[in-house]
Nanobody
Framework: VEVVESGGGLVQAGGSLTLSCKVK????????MGWFRQAPGKDRDFVAI???????DYHDSVKGRFTISRDNAKNTVYLQMNNLKPEDTAVYYC?????????WGRGTQVTVSS
């Protein structure tokens, strides 16, 4: 299984970015997929999750600004990020779980300038 993120970059505060995460090697249509982030000097934190059945959960700090979605046919999960803030600056990691195993991508850098 390979998890590959894309879509990070540099954006001004108030701007938008969309991250993509494609999982290769196995179908995850019946499994949860989500996003975490890690800012410099901090722990990796939960951002959003797309659960089987359509339930979506978000960290309080991104509610109303970020939207997680998925395309099961493409084995891909997305993170639409609007109204970005400097405190959103971090490496964003895609996560997928299946059969008790956790799969992570290498991360994509998001930098928000003030």
């Amino acid at each position: 299984v390979e998890v590959v993120e894309s879509g990070g970059g540099l954006v001004q505060a108030g701007g938008s970015l969309t991250l993509s995460c494609k999982v290769k090697g196995r179908s995850f249509s019946n499994n949860d997929m989500g996003w975490f982030r890690q800012a410099p000097g901090k722990d990796r934190d939960f951002v959003a999750i797309s659960r089987v059945g359509g339930v979506r959960d978000y960290h309080d700090s991104v509610k109303g600004r970020f939207t997680i979605s998925r395309d099961n046919a493409k084995n891909t999960v997305y993170l639409q990020m609007n109204n970005l803030k400097p405190e959103d600056t971090a490496v964003y990691y895609c996560h997928a779980a299946q059969f008790g195993l956790n799969y992570w991508g290498r991360g994509t850098q998001v930098t928000v300038s003030s």
